[in-house]
């Protein structure tokens, strides 16, 4: 009985893993054009929106943007990617959406990148 419980457990997770990939791939993420992620602008027009006062890098930026794009895939709130990109990304938003998405292992790499977007220590 437990082995069925577990044999079922895990088709359920291979599942939802598989639709999660097809979902990715069909994504608008992965026909973005260098400008934009999913209609999000990386312009360096929109680091200033965001508040960002250090030094423009388009791909630091769009490596955050992405975890803050992961976060509303998953999520699928329309505010979670302005709520996460809040403040430069030093938002309690951004916070916790390296929390759900098991990037905290990578903290430090991503506190360099957004103390130099940011110009200041996040503080993450």
């Given amino acids: 009985m437990l082995q069925c419980r577990l044999t079922l457990l895990v088709l359920i997770i291979m599942t939802v893993t598989m639709l999660v990939l097809d979902q990715i791939q069909c ?56 709520l996460c990109r809040k403040d430069c990304f030093t938002s309690d938003y951004f916070k916790g959406c390296l929390e759900v998405l098991r990037l905290t292992d990578e903290s430090d790499s991503i506190q360099a990148d957004i103390m130099q977007l940011h110009g200041v220590d996040p503080g993450l």
């Avoid at 026909?31 to 388009?58: E, M, W």
């Avoid at 930026?61 to 998953?74: G, N, P, V």
């Fill in 27 to 82: 994504s608008p993420v992965n026909t973005r054009n260098n400008n934009q992620i999913a209609g999000h602008p990386l312009s360096k027009r929109s680091f200033f929106d965001i508040q960002c006062k250090g030094v423009y890098d388009k791909s630091i930026f769009a490596r955050l943007d992405r975890i803050c794009e992961d976060c509303y895939d998953l999520f699928r709130a329309p505010q979670i990617h302005t």
